[in-house]
């Protein structure tokens, strides 16, 4: 993690705490998203509430817990910055509805399967918001195979990667594509088993 947590979530934390006492109350727009990709992150940020508690006698709301999570995930990426962290979840929020509009599905988000993809998100939209693309072995024939073997799979890949271009300039490369095709299809095919 990046050191500079340690002053940007004390800085954060002690104006909570002035904010709770002057009775100004901020609503973390984004708490949903963060339990439900940031779900680690989410659960210091409980564990952290009930530390400020012990020590302070005050309970922050659980709004606060999702924003401590946020400083600690912007400091495993590399101090990223608020607003850019923002911009992920809502590109993962909007990668993962192009999966369940393209095949009709609801995802289990209490699943192991499902936990490994938001991961996989994650890596993946870090990596192309950083420009960190991963390197095309040039295996033709490779990229063939899975786009002919998960054909649906890979149509829902190309909706992402024109959601992708339209929106923020990106193109994939083929490996980027396969790899994000073998994810989806280990999402999908998990989740119509478990059901």
């Not at 607003?83 to 095949?103: A, C, D, P, R, W």
């Amino acid at each position: 993690m990046n050191d500079n947590i340690y002053l940007t979530l004390c800085d954060h934390i002690s104006f909570a705490l002035e904010r709770y006492r002057q009775g100004i109350v901020i609503k973390n727009a984004l708490l949903n998203e963060i339990k439900r990709f940031y779900q680690s992150e989410y659960q210091i940020g409980l564990a952290a509430l009930k530390i400020i508690e012990k020590h302070t006698a005050i309970i922050l709301p659980s709004d606060e817990a999702g924003f401590i999570a946020l400083h600690i995930v912007n400091a495993s990426f590399d101090s990223i910055g608020i607003l850019q962290t923002q911009e992920m979840m809502s590109v993962i929020q909007n990668v993962m509805n192009i999966v369940k509009y393209h095949f009709q599905i609801e995802l289990d988000e209490e699943s192991i399967h499902y936990e490994r993809f938001v991961t996989h998100l994650k890596y993946f939209v870090k990596r192309i918001f950083a420009n960190q693309e991963i390197e095309d072995d040039n295996d033709d024939n490779f990229f063939l195979m899975i786009k002919t073997q998960y054909k649906n799979e890979f149509l829902c890949v190309l909706k992402v990667y024109d959601y992708l271009q339209k929106q923020y300039g990106i193109q994939l490369t083929n490996d980027e594509m396969i790899y994000l095709t073998i994810h989806i299809r280990r999402i999908t095919t998990k989740n119509a088993k478990d059901r």
